[in-house]
């Protein structure tokens, strides 16, 4: 661990500027994991040794830089060490302001900001969200490290030489930006309020409409209730005479029947006499024959007798 802090250390320092970490690791032959923990560690002995030098972590990369105590003594010797003079310039427009559209910063630092903040960004001084249309601009925690700053004060102290900034033009943007919000923050409660006062409109019309809706369903049972009454009483009364008739009908039939039975009971009574009777003259006659019959063989025997 101790050889490949001090592998790193050296290449930091050889490479003069920031150095993405995998390229590290491949020059000093170790894996990345191992590789960050010694660069932590370095980090934290540079710190701790209250040197001149630091070792700075920029996302991904990584570098040895001086301190902001010493960089104007350093930037006299070389002013590209560090950030470039406009960079710095569109960073103290940005940290006098924080938070800041950066379409603010666009207007006070025209096009050419665009590249200032995506490098900012990139080296971890500045954190950029969403905001609308535009994006927010606010101050990392590794800005106020690396710039040994801890207040609003030390940064107006820190960048009160740059001659871009202008803040009175900074404020007269910040009201505007603030007048915009105000009216979309306006806009978006009126648009939620039309809603609102359609819904109740609609509500209002619709229990109107429900209460009449409602008296005209009741009147209509009634009268539908009442119709119903009425057919049920012509039904009864249809029915009722249906019996009747019915009745009436069943009777008749009843009566036609029974007229009928005594008729056919009048005739079989008749036939029934008439067959009696057939049978009682046959029955004589058959007597008178038998009785004739027999005087005759009574008379006859006799004669019979005497011839013998």
Known sequence: MTELKKQAEAVLFAAGNKIEVDEIARLCRADVNSLKKSLKKLKKEYDEKDSSLMVSEEGNFWKFTVRETYMDLVQQINPHTELSKTTIETLAVIAWK???????????????????????????????????????????????????LKNKEDIKEKFKDFADINEGELKKLEEVRLKKEEKSKKAKEEAEEEPKQIIEQNKKEENESGEVTEQKTEEKTQEKAKNIKTEKTDEKQEGSK????????????????????????EITEKETKEQKGFAEKEQEVKEKELKETTEQET???????NKK
């Open 242 to 265: 249906e019996t009747k008739e019915k009745t009436e009908q069943v009777e008749k039939e009843e009566e036609i029947k029974t007229k009928k039975t005594e008729e056919q009971e």
């Open 98 to 148: 924080a938070p800041i559209l950066q379409s603010d910063v666009i207007k006070a630092r025209t096009n050419k900001a665009y590249d200032h903040i995506k490098e900012l960004v990139d080296s971890g001084f500045l954190i950029k969200q969403r905001h609308g249309r535009s994006y927010m601009l606010k101050l990392s925690q590794k800005f106020f490290e690396y710039f040994d």
């Open 299 to 305: 008379k006859e025997q006799p004669k019979e007798s």
